[in-house]
């Protein structure tokens, strides 16, 4: 089974300055990892993910997380945040394929809301 | 492509009714997923469909839910009868393969409120 930790319920910042939402995770077997935006009144949408390979990976709307498989730790960093960056983020991983490691689906996080201050 | 869709996008029912919630996936892909998210709660998975078939549905709270995917196409998901704690936003996911490699696309939710 797998569980993810986000540190942080909510996460205010300033418009034009950098932020990082945290995320930990616990697994037994090798999982892919992804982080998700909601944005008001709208599904999830997929920001990136990490399959394998760089351990830097970059998602759309600037957005770019780091892979820290000793630390277990998949943090989600932009360098200059917007007012449309205003949602909830979650952070979530999958077990590889047949690998005992429980659903095949996601083990989400709490989710972290990104609040932007102009 | 068409996106992954649902519906209906709310409904308030009464407790003690029943409610069927639809999930139309992405053309193509084998893997459909129901999740939902109490108010408060991280989003939870319920089950897993390959194709018409049950891979999963160790997430499933009770037997007051029924999950179906005939034909391996759409899927509903039945409540009934629907209790207060049912409340919540329950999301479809489909995905071409396993584990989401390749991503897992969501629909906008269903937002189900009992009263």
């Known amino acids: 089974a797998q569980s993810v930790t986000q540190l942080d319920s909510q996460v205010p910042v300033f418009e034009e300055a950098p932020v990082e939402l945290r995320c930990n995770y616990s697994s037994s077997v090798s999982v892919y990892l992804f982080w998700y935006v909601q944005y008001p009144n709208q599904g999830l949408q997929l920001l990136l993910k990490?399959?394998?390979?760089?351990?830097l990976v970059k998602g759309i709307n600037g957005f770019e997380a780091e892979f820290n498989k000793s630390q277990t730790s998949f943090h989600l960093r932009k360098p200059s945040v917007h007012i449309s960056d205003t949602a909830e983020y979650f952070c979530?991983?999958?077990?590889?394929?047949?690998?005992?490691?429980?659903?095949?689906?996601?083990?989400f996080g709490k989710g972290t809301h990104l609040i932007i201050q102009p | 492509e068409a996106g992954v869709t649902q519906f209906p996008s709310h409904s308030v029912i009464e407790k003690g009714q029943t409610v069927t919630l639809r999930c139309d996936p992405i053309s193509g892909h084998d893997n459909l997923y129901w999740y939902r998210r109490v108010m408060g709660k991280e989003i939870k998975f319920l089950l897993h469909?390959?194709?018409?078939?049950?891979?999963?549905e160790s997430g499933m709270p009770n037997n007051r839910f029924l999950a179906e995917r005939t034909g391996g196409t759409y899927s509903t998901l039945k409540v009934q009868p629907a209790e207060l704690e049912d409340s919540g936003v329950y999301f479809c996911a489909s995905s071409q393969a396993l584990s989401g490699s390749g991503g897992y696309t969501f629909g906008s939710g269903t937002r189900l409120t009992v009263v």
């Open positions: 469909f390959v194709k018409e078939s049950k891979q999963d």
């Open positions: 990490y399959l394998s390979g760089s351990t």
């Open positions: 979530a991983v999958s077990p590889y394929p047949y690998s005992g490691g429980g659903a095949d689906g996601l083990t």
